[in-house]
């Protein structure tokens, strides 16, 4: 009893000596460099007064504190982007920032403590107590920056942080090129501040203290920059019995106390422990620990084909019974591998053995001010995954992600296609006369070279040990410099991963061997959604698009009542609309009768929306593995108030073209080729689907439906089967109005695997029964299962006519606006007669009263209590 009593007492000592780590995320001020002439050994000195300082937003932009200060307007409204001065105009030193935070904190023992700036842009001047805390000036944007400050911290435990922050040093003309001049592009920082076709500049170029600011205090050791790599051999299924898995940890360790130090350095992962004694001298070390064998483990596999199961490893160095730092992960067990194919001629990726068609979106950056949140974060990878897509590629002009964005993905099973900082428009791939300097001069862009490589190093290792992390890319649609391209590829992530395939850029033939011609992407603007089925393009492309403007609600969010004017076919559209970079809807808008207003607009653009994206994943899925390993939509969503490429605004409520892909990109799917009406359907599972039945109706105007046909019959896993075509009897029925398809998946049990309905145009390309169309009264009720979880039917009675493209929205009853985000397992759905719909709505926060709108095209609105 008394041994397990100091076993006990051993434990808890243990555990009570954890790493110490917090973030300084309030309580900061700032002002501008204008505004004072002390020098940073003043100002880092409690005795200095800070009367009239501004509060300012650390994390954030200079921008973003100025706004909330209510110093600058919106920029994200209306033409209030215009009102801002712009950084090209005013000069550096309007957004040349000091930012100063007191906190407290004092060392004991053998404590060592460190502060920590995850990202500054540009440069910085960093202060404490009076002292120079960094001896060279930090430069560069996408760069962490740690420093030992256990000797400038004062006794008294009251201390003062002093940062000067110095905007990108070539910040660009904005001058409607794509990165505005270019120039932008000389430092290492977001070149899609000086605006691109998709948002208009950004004023301050993201100047600020952009990224997490930390302590961290340690027992001597600091153990850094964890590398996990996992091996899964062969080929594995989900929910197997699994063989075993191969876990490879290595770390950093850093000792400042200028002695040598022993110990135990172990790791801990599914009740395993993994030690091994080191003597760590006075310097950093690089330690691999032994392999760990791991039976049977839980494999995390992409969304559509598996679990994402996900294990915490927690490492620690111990010495004489005291833990002197540790470091948590959560890691997924999963091998990614590349394997050409040679009838696409694409690269075909592979996870734990198994092919996995890409159903991918393009991602920008979640905020263009950089305000990002774990729950904002978590949102839209959320509607990733709700759109059935598996993967997410970052686009080169922004950043490399933060580990948060990273942790979602992990949690919802998106694999990353992660660019790194360059960019074709303002690199140097094409001649263009925007640009302030030639193209051989851009495409040695950026100016310090060096510094892009120590950026690589330090964020390779940041990122490196997330499941979703799938596939690095040198650039967008162009290649770095071939002296960082060469160490990048040959010696930094052989070195630093050696597990993920680098794409030299995002276009590349090595990706996708584009013998169409071209510059193997594109295109972006609205199309004939029988294109997406009859057009042979890219085998794997990383850029295919249409349009995305939100609903008449979202529209109002950001678009003044005097502007809200629907845009007409072949005319420029009204100013607000053109400076959010409207696409014209053209002649897709009108088969559904002439837009009378916004509202109007707004609805009948929903329609094309659905359409678009259903229309090109399932073309796109048709020709699976016969012209294509995968595609990538640019771009599924913005990071401001834009009116093109996304399933959801800025503020996070969605649109058709989400639910349109969604059922496009449904892992087992149901559809109709619209060139032969040829019912298919597409398995992307990874086993064989047996005894289906595959069933068609269709519907006239007035509801009276026509039975075709319904066969049982299998699909393989990880195919596309034709079953019949609709060709004939489609031609048969009258179709002056246009009529609705019905397509069902049913198993054994009678239950629906997969449904679909197509509207079809009448003879002349209109939609004349759509416009006649008349109401159909739906029956609606919603019930809350369980906290943030609603169960809404919907029910069309017999003798009704389809109720046709209905969008529910959850809101608070109070304010009447729409609660956001909200989660919905389907909307914009289409109840046929005699037929009910049940879908689950998931939201989060806390409204004091919960209700729920409904309307359709020929639905009226109404709203509904949540019972």
Same mark, same amino acid.
């Given at each position: 009893?008394?041994?397990?009593?100091?076993?006990?007492?051993?434990?808890?000592?243990?555990?009570?000596?954890?790493?110490?780590?917090?973030?300084?995320?309030?309580?900061?001020?700032?002002?501008?460099?204008?505004?004072?002439?002390? +020098?940073?050994?003043?100002?880092?000195?409690?005795?200095?007064?800070?009367?009239?300082?501004?509060?300012?937003?650390?994390?954030?932009?200079?921008?973003?504190?100025?706004?909330? +200060?209510?110093?600058?307007?919106?920029?994200?409204?209306?033409?209030?982007?215009?009102?801002?001065?712009?950084?090209?105009?005013?000069?550096?030193?309007?957004?040349?920032?000091?930012?100063?935070?007191?906190?407290?904190?004092?060392?004991?023992?053998?404590?060592?403590?460190?502060?920590?700036?995850?990202?500054?842009?540009?440069?910085?001047?960093?202060?404490?107590?009076?002292?120079?805390?960094?001896?060279?000036?930090?430069?560069?944007?996408?760069?962490?920056?740690?420093?030992?400050?256990?000797?400038?911290?004062?006794?008294?435990?009251?201390?003062?942080?002093?940062?000067?922050?110095?905007?990108?040093?070539?910040?660009?003309?904005?001058?409607?090129?794509?990165?505005?001049?270019?120039?932008?592009?000389?430092?290492?920082?977001?070149?899609?501040?000086?605006?691109?076709?998709?948002?208009?500049?950004?004023?301050?170029?993201?100047?600020?203290?952009?990224?997490?600011?930390?302590?961290?205090?340690?027992?001597?050791?600091?153990?850094?920059?964890?590398?996990?790599?996992?091996?899964?051999?062969?080929?594995?299924?989900?929910?197997?019995?699994?063989?075993?898995?191969?876990?490879?940890?290595? =770390?950093?360790?850093?000792?400042?106390?200028?002695?040598? $130090?022993?110990?135990?350095?172990?790791?801990?992962?599914?009740?395993?422990?993994?030690?091994?004694?080191?003597?760590?001298?006075?310097?950093?070390?690089?330690?691999?620990?032994?392999?760990?064998?791991?039976?049977?483990?839980?494999?995390?596999?992409?969304?559509?084909?598996?679990?994402?199961?996900?294990?915490?490893?927690?490492?620690?160095?111990?010495?004489?019974?005291?833990?002197?730092?540790?470091?948590?992960?959560?890691?997924?067990?999963?091998?990614?591998?590349?394997?050409?194919?040679?009838?696409?001629?694409?690269?075909?990726?592979?996870?734990?053995?198994?092919?996995?068609?890409?159903?991918?979106?393009?991602?920008?950056?979640?905020?263009?001010?950089?305000?990002?949140?774990? %729950?904002?974060?978590?949102?839209?990878?959320?509607?990733?995954?709700?759109?059935?897509?598996?993967?997410?590629?970052?686009?080169?002009?922004?950043?490399?992600?933060?580990?948060?964005?990273?942790?979602?993905?992990?949690?919802?099973?998106?694999?990353?296609?992660?660019?790194?900082?360059?960019?074709?428009?303002?690199?140097?791939?094409?001649?263009?006369?925007?640009?302030?300097?030639?193209?051989?001069?851009?495409?040695?862009?950026?100016?310090?070279?060096?510094? =892009?490589?120590?950026?690589?190093?330090?964020?390779?290792?940041?990122?490196?040990?997330?499941?979703?992390?799938?596939?690095?890319?040198?650039?967008?649609?162009?290649?770095?410099?071939?002296?960082?391209?060469?160490?990048?590829?040959?010696?930094?992530?052989?070195?630093?991963?050696?597990?993920?395939?680098?794409?030299?850029?995002?276009?590349?033939?090595?990706?996708?061997?584009?013998?169409?011609?071209?510059?193997?992407?594109?295109?972006?603007?609205?199309?004939?959604?029988?294109?997406?089925?009859?057009?042979?393009?890219?085998?794997?492309?990383?850029?295919?698009?249409?349009?995305?403007?939100?609903?008449?609600?979202?529209?109002?969010?950001?678009?003044?009542?005097?502007?809200?004017?629907?845009?007409?076919?072949?005319?420029?559209?009204?100013?607000?609309?053109?400076?959010?970079?409207?696409?014209?809807?053209?002649?897709?808008?009108?088969?559904?009768?002439?837009?009378?207003?916004?509202?109007?607009?707004?609805?009948?653009?929903?329609?094309?929306?659905?359409?678009?994206?259903?229309?090109?994943?399932?073309?796109?899925?048709?020709?699976?593995?016969?012209? /294509?390993?995968?595609?990538?939509?640019?771009?599924?969503?913005?990071?401001?108030?834009?009116?093109?490429?996304?399933?959801?605004?800025? /503020?996070?409520?969605?649109?058709?073209?989400?639910?349109?892909?969604?059922?496009?990109?449904?892992?087992?799917?149901?559809?109709?080729?619209?060139?032969?009406?040829?019912?298919?359907?597409?398995?992307?599972?990874?086993?064989?689907?047996?005894?289906?039945?595959?069933?068609?109706?269709?519907?006239?105007?007035?509801?009276?439906? /026509?039975?075709?046909?319904?066969?049982?019959?299998?699909?393989?896993?990880?195919?596309?089967?034709?079953?019949?075509?609709?060709?004939?009897?489609?031609?048969?029925?009258?179709?002056?109005?246009?009529?609705?398809?019905?397509?069902?998946?049913?198993?054994?049990?009678?239950?629906?695997?997969?449904?679909?309905?197509?509207?079809?145009?009448?003879?002349?390309?209109?939609?004349?029964?759509?416009?006649? $169309?008349?109401?159909?009264?739906?029956?609606?009720?919603?019930?809350?299962?369980?906290?943030?979880?609603?169960?809404?039917?919907?029910?069309?009675?017999?003798?009704?006519?389809? %109720?046709?493209?209905?969008?529910? %929205?959850?809101?608070?009853?109070?304010?009447?606006?729409?609660?956001?985000?909200?989660?919905?397992?389907?909307?914009?759905?289409?109840?046929?007669?005699?037929?009910?719909?049940?879908?689950?709505?998931?939201?989060?926060?806390?409204?004091?009263?919960?209700?729920?709108?409904?309307?359709?095209?020929?639905?009226?609105?109404?709203? =509904?209590?949540?019972?």
């Amino acid at each position: 009893m008394r041994k397990l009593f100091l076993y006990l007492l051993l434990m808890v000592g243990l555990s009570t000596q954890a790493q110490q780590r917090y973030e300084l995320n309030t309580g900061w001020l700032c002002t501008n460099i204008i505004e004072t002439n002390a +020098n940073g050994n003043q100002i880092s000195n409690r005795g200095f007064a800070l009367n009239n300082w501004l509060p300012a937003t650390v994390p954030g932009t200079v921008l973003t504190t100025l706004l909330n +200060n209510k110093k600058v307007p919106d920029p994200f409204y209306g033409m209030n982007n215009e009102k801002i001065p712009d950084i090209y105009k005013t000069g550096n030193d309007h957004y040349t920032y000091w930012f100063v935070k007191d906190f407290d904190e004092k060392v004991s023992g053998n404590e060592q403590v460190w502060l920590q700036f995850r990202g500054i842009n540009y440069k910085a001047e960093i202060f404490l107590n009076g002292k120079k805390v960094n001896a060279q000036t930090h430069v560069g944007m996408h760069l962490r920056a740690k420093y030992n400050i256990t000797k400038l911290l004062l006794a008294t435990g009251k201390n003062r942080l002093a940062v000067i922050v110095f905007p990108p040093g070539f910040p660009g003309n904005p001058n409607g090129g794509q990165g505005g001049d270019g120039k932008i592009a000389k430092d290492l920082t977001t070149q899609y501040t000086a605006g691109w076709d998709w948002i208009q500049p950004t004023r301050d170029r993201n100047t600020g203290i952009w990224d997490k600011v930390t302590i961290e205090k340690t027992k001597g050791i600091n153990i850094q920059n964890p590398h996990v790599v996992t091996l899964v051999p062969g080929k594995r299924l989900p929910d197997a019995k699994q063989q075993p898995a191969t876990i490879k940890v290595s =770390v950093e360790v850093e000792n400042p106390t200028g002695r040598p $130090i022993s110990g135990v350095l172990q790791y801990e992962i599914a009740g395993k422990v993994v030690k091994k004694n080191v003597t760590i001298s006075a310097a950093n070390s690089e330690i691999k620990l032994p392999d760990l064998t791991l039976e049977n483990p839980k494999l995390w596999w992409p969304s559509g084909y598996g679990k994402q199961d996900l294990y915490p490893l927690n490492i620690k160095f111990i010495c004489a019974n005291q833990v002197l730092d540790r470091e948590n992960l959560t890691i997924g067990i999963r091998q990614i591998d590349n394997i050409w194919n040679e009838r696409t001629q694409s690269m075909g990726a592979y996870v734990n053995g198994q092919k996995i068609f890409i159903k991918g979106g393009n991602w920008i950056i979640s905020d263009a001010m950089l305000r990002f949140s774990d %729950a904002r974060y978590d949102a839209e990878v959320r509607y990733h995954k709700d759109m059935n897509l598996n993967l997410i590629r970052i686009w080169g002009g922004a950043i490399l992600e933060r580990p948060e964005f990273y942790n979602a993905c992990d949690k919802y099973g998106l694999l990353v296609f992660q660019d790194f900082w360059f960019s074709g428009d303002c690199n140097g791939r094409w001649v263009d006369p925007l640009k302030k300097e030639d193209q051989w001069t851009r495409r040695n862009y950026p100016d310090n070279h060096p510094l =892009v490589l120590t950026a690589v190093e330090d964020q390779v290792k940041m990122i490196r040990n997330h499941a979703s992390l799938a596939f690095w890319c040198g650039g967008n649609e162009i290649t770095p410099p071939e002296d960082i391209l060469g160490p990048l590829k040959n010696e930094i992530l052989p070195r630093l991963d050696g597990t993920r395939k680098l794409f030299d850029f995002s276009n590349s033939d090595e990706m996708s061997y584009n013998t169409i011609g071209g510059n193997g992407d594109g295109p972006y603007g609205i199309q004939d959604p029988k294109s997406f089925w009859a057009v042979k393009t890219f085998p794997y492309n990383s850029e295919v698009g249409s349009v995305g403007v939100g609903d008449y609600e979202s529209l109002e969010r950001f678009i003044p009542q005097e502007n809200l004017i629907a845009p007409q076919f072949k005319s420029k559209p009204d100013s607000v609309w053109d400076y959010h970079k409207y696409i014209g809807y053209d002649q897709y808008i009108n088969p559904y009768g002439k837009a009378k207003d916004a509202k109007d607009f707004a609805m009948k653009a929903q329609l094309v929306n659905y359409d678009q994206y259903r229309a090109l994943m399932e073309g796109f899925s048709n020709k699976m593995w016969d012209w /294509y390993t995968g595609t990538i939509i640019w771009k599924t969503q913005n990071p401001w108030t834009a009116l093109r490429g996304q399933m959801y605004d800025y /503020y996070l409520d969605p649109n058709a073209c989400l639910y349109g892909l969604r059922k496009g990109s449904e892992p087992l799917h149901i559809m109709m080729n619209p060139l032969d009406s040829m019912v298919t359907v597409v398995n992307n599972g990874l086993t064989d689907r047996n005894n289906l039945m595959v069933q068609a109706k269709i519907y006239d105007m007035d509801g009276k439906d /026509y039975f075709y046909s319904q066969v049982f019959n299998s699909i393989g896993a990880s195919s596309v089967r034709r079953f019949f075509p609709m060709n004939d009897f489609l031609k048969k029925l009258d179709k002056k109005d246009g009529v609705f398809v019905s397509l069902k998946l049913l198993n054994e049990k009678q239950e629906t695997l997969s449904e679909n309905i197509y509207w079809l145009a009448d003879n002349e390309g209109n939609y004349k029964g759509l416009q006649d $169309i008349k109401s159909a009264s739906l029956k609606v009720t919603a019930i809350e299962k369980s906290k943030g979880k609603i169960e809404v039917s919907l029910s069309n009675a017999n003798g009704n006519p389809v %109720a046709f493209f209905n969008r529910i %929205a959850l809101m608070d009853a109070v304010s009447g606006k729409r609660i956001l985000p909200a989660f919905y397992d389907d909307n914009y759905v289409s109840i046929l007669p005699g037929e009910s719909k049940t879908i689950m709505v998931e939201y989060t926060g806390s409204p004091s009263d919960v209700a729920l709108e409904v309307y359709g095209w020929n639905v009226e609105r109404q709203r =509904v209590n949540i019972r």
